[in-house]
Each structure stands twice: as C-alpha cells, then as structure tokens.
C-alpha cells in the first residue's frame, strides 16, 4: 500500500527522485540566468549590470536586428546583453574601458560559437574613434550619457538607430516636448538631428549594484541629411 502511494516507488526511491529533478531543475534555471560576478565594481566607470532577462530580452527585441546588421555596445560589462546581440547579428563592436570586464567578457565567449563575431575595443567610448556599425544597442555609464549621445548623432555614415538605456531624468529631458516643464536645450538639439522614442521604464532593481535612480530605454533614428541642390540659374 505504501509504495502505491508513490507510484509503486518506496519512500527512499521517491525522495531521491525529487531531489535529481531539483537540483536538474536549479542547473537549468542557472545557464538561462544573467551571469553577475562578484567582483567588485567601479564608481568611476558607473557600472551597473543589467541582469533582468526580461528587460535584455525587450531591448534586443525594441532594436530589431537584422542578420546582417554590425552592432555598435558600449559598456559590455560581462556580457549579459552582448551574447543575445551575438545570437542575432553579423558582428558586435563592443567598447570597454575596464580591463576586467574585457576579461570576463572574452572568458565567457571563448567557448561559444559567437567568438569570431565578437570584436572589443578597449577604452574610454567618448576618445575613441568609432568604426563603421548599422546600430548601436548599449547600458551606457550615465555620466557620457550627454556627450556619447551628441558623438553618436555626428558619426558619419550615419546609422540606422540607437537603443539606449538612459538615467531616467535625462531621458524625460530626451524626450521633452515644446512647453514642457523639462524642454531644453538637450532636448532641441538632440530632436533637430533625429526621431526620439521612448521605449521601457527599467526599475533600478533591474541592476547590480541598482543604482540610485530609475532607467528608461530611448530609441534614437537620426535623421537623414538634407541634399542641397543648385542651379546654373541660380
């Protein structure tokens, strides 16, 4: 009667199997899980890794990457948003200026099929020259977000978009309005050169360490240049 209760298994038996599909179940839900090192981060820099699957997945989604599309990522960190970006596109440019985190990154490639389509470029994104790339996804440090923002929308070619992750405040700013309380002069300089969206509102519990302050990921399409023409007649 006792093990009909178990499915014709004794007691031992059945708890032996709880306890394999348990520690199977732990393995699985640990390969799919953001990795988050337990060294420690740099002030500095404003590093904060992004470790909400869900959020990485929208942002990936939000940048509708093509094929054959080379991604420009600032501020790789481990590499939890990089390896989706690698899973769809040609070729991921990933700036770093942390040597650390190029370890982790290139350590955590190294045995993926995505090694040949990953290229790291080590240093400050904001002094260095940037190569030729059709979008830019990245979880920026707030403190270039101003500057890299401006340096983005003055590369030539220009690109096809941006999909960004902002300190919330600056991207209200971003995406303020004339007649706003927030409209300024970031706002119209930013809006004279391209499209500006709003996309997803990220808690600052989506982080590690959080930061202090909410997210929200901004989609920016630069607008394409006007063609100035002239004529014998003019």
């Given amino acids: 009667?006792?093990?009909?209760?178990?499915?014709?298994?004794?007691?031992?038996?059945?708890?032996?199997?709880?306890?394999?599909?348990?520690?199977?179940?732990?393995?699985?839900?640990?390969?799919?899980?953001?990795?988050?090192?337990?060294?420690?981060?740099?002030?500095?820099?404003?590093?904060?890794?992004?470790?909400?699957?869900?959020?990485?997945?929208?942002?990936?989604?939000?940048?509708?990457?093509?094929?054959?599309?080379?991604?420009?990522?600032?501020?790789?960190?481990?590499?939890?948003?990089?390896?989706?970006?690698?899973?769809?596109?040609?070729?991921?440019?990933a700036v770093?200026?942390?040597?650390?985190?190029?370890?982790?990154?290139?350590?955590?490639?190294?045995?993926?099929?995505?090694?040949?389509?990953?290229?790291?470029?080590?240093?400050?994104?904001?002094?260095?020259?940037?190569?030729?790339?059709?979008?830019?996804?990245?979880?920026i440090p707030y403190q270039i977000s101003s500057p890299l923002t401006f340096k983005l929308l003055a590369h030539r070619p220009i690109f096809r978009s941006a999909v960004i992750m902002y300190q919330r405040e600056f991207a209200l700013r971003l995406i303020a309005k004339p007649g706003d309380e927030l409209w300024c002069r970031l706002a119209v300089n930013v809006q004279l050169l391209s499209k500006v969206e709003h996309l997803i509102k990220v808690s600052r519990n989506s982080f590690r360490p959080p930061p202090k302050v909410d997210s929200s990921v901004i989609k920016i399409t630069p607008h394409k240049p006007c063609l100035l023409y002239t004529s014998d007649a003019a």
């Fill in 96 to 139: 770093e200026v942390d040597p650390r985190m190029v370890s982790e990154l290139q350590k955590r490639v190294l045995k993926t099929p995505f090694k040949p389509k990953l290229s790291i470029l080590v240093g400050d994104a904001i002094k260095t020259e940037f190569p030729y790339f059709d979008v830019v996804v990245a979880n």
């Fill in 1 to 93: 009667k006792r093990q009909a209760e178990y499915g014709g298994f004794s007691s031992f038996q059945f708890c032996e199997m709880a306890i394999r599909r348990k520690k199977h179940q732990g393995h699985k839900e640990r390969e799919s899980h953001p990795i988050v090192k337990d060294f420690s981060l740099t002030k500095t820099f404003g590093q904060h890794l992004l470790i909400n699957n869900s959020i990485l997945d929208n942002i990936v989604e939000k940048a509708n990457i093509k094929p054959t599309d080379v991604v420009l990522e600032i501020g790789p960190g481990t590499g939890n948003l990089t390896l989706k970006l690698l899973a769809i596109a040609k070729q991921v440019i």
